[in-house]
């Protein structure tokens, strides 16, 4: 039922190639939001079995080389289908006006959603692997058609930047390939019967790190996290979103479902250094973000920063981190596509997103809706509570406190700067001193219907995660305590 | 044997060859020969690939100078199947006259590709290799109006002819040091005994020969040349046909016939023998074909450079061994489509827009969707990006490579190897670059190939996409082929 999200997104593409654009635009929203696609992860996760990792499809793919078409579901892979969803729907009501190439752009848009479904609801190393590349390439031509500022250098070093961790995940994989295929009489790739290996403790501590440094470039951990923010600014609205919803996503759920639940031992090698370079990423890019003038540099940092607190979750080593991580997953996948998409909004009508310079013309010449997005985004930035980075955030520093008090408290001083940042960018955005007459602020367009309902959509979800986070932490905690990575 | 008996498993090879002499006469003969030859050079073609179906299953001649094995006529297929697809990029306009003898040579270089993959006897390889060297030399040549294409062929012509002195000396100490020109006897006489030094001079020069061949750095710097300015069927085939038979030679050799002086390349247990010269041929294969390739401009020099990259990457199957050489198999037939079928879109843009520098490819997306998208689907497989054949071959190489010796012995070379392919994302991603990205020039006019050419295209690429996505089949064929 929802491996149909993949087959459907894929069959949009194909559809939204072919058509003009005015189909094609249709197309992509008819297949994003559609019965079978963000609905049904929704439905999937309400019918949900706790604790299982639920076999949708499985069939023989390559069996000589043990490879299978395997797809399955649990809590997590859902929680995150359900942001994949929301996140594309979104980004194809903000992509409305794209009008130059449109149908070839919702054909490279529907691809990165496609792969993503893909990789959350693989159960096979391979089938994995492959969806994870699947992505690659499709951003390259979505920021360097359709981009903006320095476009050309953003869309190659963030898909260098994602083929470097392809590369090392590529190792990773092989390697428990071929050492699980040597030990054991049926080579195998399932996902299933890998976790119930046992692989050697000194090879898992020479692939863990390789594996997990993979996943988390593109998660965006400190220091391999500056194709984050250059991609993110070169990016189209749509693709931004994209980007901070669910290909950051794609990483840290790697590293959760690949790399530690797979090399338990490795991981407990390891954590420490995780948390270190988490830690380091949420202070750090916050620190940043504090000084940057453009603001989608400043949404591009608080990103990095937010995803540090999925790192910091998952290296806990509690089950109420790794919860907690998932949560904040879904929590900066909805909260960071609607910083991107009023960026964008901004953008589009005031043609600047300088903070300083254009922006600071007053609240009474920003269409209200727009400030009104902005504030309720920025309250979920900073974890206001009541909204869902609150929920996750405070989730993660319980999970947290067990292990690694210290991290918790420097973590706090992050908070600080998050709010210290977003409040700078929101003053200055909204509710600067209006500038003399002397630059005349342009007539800006209304916004338009497809805008109002995404960014509805996007606060609806973040408020209702916010109030009752407990709908997905009921689903998400069964599946964590279910992996390999707690037990001793 | 019967003279019957023989004629019989060489029927493939004698219809090649009969159709290659038919075709010349034909040229030398009749007005509409620029219409007539192509059609059967196709179908003689295609008449030998039926023939390769009908052969025993085993059977091997005069101590194995011709051999008839499930993976011998697999590959003969793939040959025939090659040459067939570069009949079908070759248009008459691009050699005026001479169009049939250009085909008689393309059929000749085929036999010899035949030949080669069907031996397991150095004399008859050494023929295979000679046949479709100087065929190949003077495909090189063939344009007559344009001087460096000369330049090309003299310059292939050289090297090879030095590579090959090499290679029959090689050849020479070898039988003197065994008494055998089998390779089955070879390789019972290195498993019973020690590797005496005229021995390992041997091997090492036959090793340079074959090196050549498969263009692996540092006998590669033919390759830019003859990719460059060679007529484009031509550099096509070599990139193909002949790069697919020369390491099915080259595992041949290795594995079977000096199988037992194998060595190790493992990083923790380095020892001598075969294995750690193709490791370093490999490794110094991938560094410099990648590196050069970022500094390309010319879209066929740059695909030049990265085959010496992609001739590093398959090494690491027939390093492996035995059971890596499936995967090399299967990696370098991929291959082999793949640059045929790259070929074939140079070979439009260039009599389209007069080159085939990037610029001339500037805007092709707008100008020819379909040989924008069939580029793409090429260059992405020889990036190695899902779902396309290349990767599938890449994830299969590596893991053979990982899983030979007892602690991922080869390791430092799947991570060369790994890294090469992350510099060659870059300058795969400037052609995609300029095919996609970059508007075309203003009062470019659309580029419409024809029907055959873009049928064939269309055909490769599908058939790129296929072998990514449902490899089963064939390397389920390629494994019980090489058992």
Known sequence: MIAWTIYLTLAG????????????????????????????????????????????????????????????????????????????????????????????????????????????????L????????????????????????????????????????????????????VTAGKESVATSLSL??????????????????????????????????????????????????????????????????????????????????????????????????????????????????????????LAAGTALGAGGAVLQMFSHGVIGALLFAIA????????????????????????????????????????IPGFSGFAAEITILIGTWKNYPQAVWITGIGMVLVAAFTLRALKTAFFGDKVPAAVESPALA???????????????????????????LDRIMPAVEAMNFLKP | VSYLEFLKLAAPEAVVVFTALVVLAIGLGSKHAQVICPVLAAFGLIAASVMVTTLPNEASLFGGMLVVSPLTSLLKIICLLLALFTVTLTRAGTFARDYAEYLALLLLATVGLMLLVGSEELLMIFIGLELTGLSLY??????????????????????????????????????????????????????SGAVSPLLAAGMVMTLIGLAFKVAAAPFHLWAPDAYQVAPVPSAAFIASGSKVAAFVVLGKVMLVGFGPAHGSAEWQSLAAGWSPILAALAALSIVVGNLVALAQTNVRRLLAYSAVAHAGYTLLGIIAGPHGFAATLFYTTVYALTLLGAFGVVAWVRSS???????????????????????????????????????????????????????????????????????????????????????????????VPAPLQRSTLTLLAAAIVIGGILPTNFVAQIIAAVR
């Open chain 1, 192 to 313: 299933h019967e890998l976790a119930r290996f046992p692989i050697a403790t000194d090879v898992q501590a020479w692939v863990f790190p390789i594996l997990f440094l993979g996943f988390a470039i593109l998660g965006g951990v400190w220091p391999l996290h500056t194709w984050a923010p250059t991609g993110h600014v070169a990016a189209p609205t749509a693709g931004s979103m994209l980007l901070a919803g669910i290909v950051m996503k794609l990483g840290a759920y790697g590293a959760l479902r690949i790399a530690m639940n797979l090399l338990p031992d490795g991981f407990q090698l390891w954590r420490d250094w995780i948390v270190v370079a988490a830690v380091i990423g949420i202070i750090y890019a916050a620190a940043v973000a504090l000084r940057q003038r453009d603001l989608k540099f400043v949404i591009g940092y608080s990103s990095v920063s937010h995803m540090g607190f999925v790192l910091l979750g």
């Open chain 1, 126 to 177: 391979f089938l994995f692997f492959v969806f994870y590349e699947v992505v690659i390439v499709p951003k390259y031509f979505l920021i360097a058609i359709w981009g903006s500022t320095n476009k050309e250098y953003g869309a190659m070093k963030l898909t260098l930047y994602s083929f470097l961790g392809g590369a090392l995940v590529m190792i990773g994989i092989i390697a428990i390939y």
């Open chain 2, 138 to 191: 003077l495909m090189t040549a063939f344009d007559k109006r344009d001087a460096r294409s000369a330049e090309a062929g003299l310059k292939y012509f050289l090297f090879g002819s030095t590579t090959s002195a090499f290679t029959l000396f090689g050849l020479s100490f070898v039988y003197g040091a065994t008494g055998s020109t089998a390779l089955a006897g070879i390789g019972e006489k290195l498993a």
């Open chain 1, 13 to 124: 593409a194909v559809v939204a190639l072919m058509s003009p654009g005015v189909i094609a635009r249709w197309t992509a929203l008819l297949t994003t939001a559609g019965r079978r696609s963000s609905s049904a992860c929704w439905r999937s996760l309400m019918s949900l079995i706790p604790g299982i990792f639920q076999t949708i499809t499985r069939r023989e793919w390559v069996p000589l080389l043990g490879m299978q078409y395997h797809l399955a579901a649990d809590g997590i892979s859902l929680t995150l289908c359900l942001v994949t969803g929301l996140t594309a729907v979104c980004a194809v009501l903000f992509s409305w006006d794209v009008d130059r190439r449109t149908n070839e752009f919702f054909f490279w848009l529907l691809l990165v959603v496609a792969g993503s479904f893909g990789v959350f609801l693989s159960a096979d």
């Open chain 1, 344 to 383: 964008g909004m901004i953008y589009r009508r005031a043609h600047t997103r300088d903070l300083d310079a254009a922006l600071g013309h007053g609240a009474e010449s920003r269409p209200a809706v727009c400030a009104f997005s902005f504030v309720v985004a920025s309250a979920a930035s900073m974890g």
């Open chain 2, 353 to 447: 827009t007069g080159g085939d520098d990037f610029s001339h490819f500037v805007g092709l997306s707008s100008r020819s969707p379909v040989l924008a998208a069939c580029m793409a689907v090429f260059i992405l497989s020889l990036a190695g990006l899902p779902p396309l054949a290349g990767f599938f071959g890449k994830f299969y190489l590596f893991s053979a490579a990982l899983a030979a010796g007892e602690r991922h012995g080869l390791l430092w070379l799947v991570v060369l190897a790994l890294l090469g392919s992350l510099i060659s994302l870059y300058y795969y991603l400037l052609v995609l670059k300029a095919i996609f990205v970059d508007d075309a020039p203003g009062g470019a006019s659309p580029i």
């Open chain 1, 446 to 472: 209304p916004i338009t219907t497809p805008e109002k309902l995404g960014a509805g959509l996007l606060m609806f979800s973040t408020l209702a995660i916010g109030i009752y986070p407990q709908f997905l």
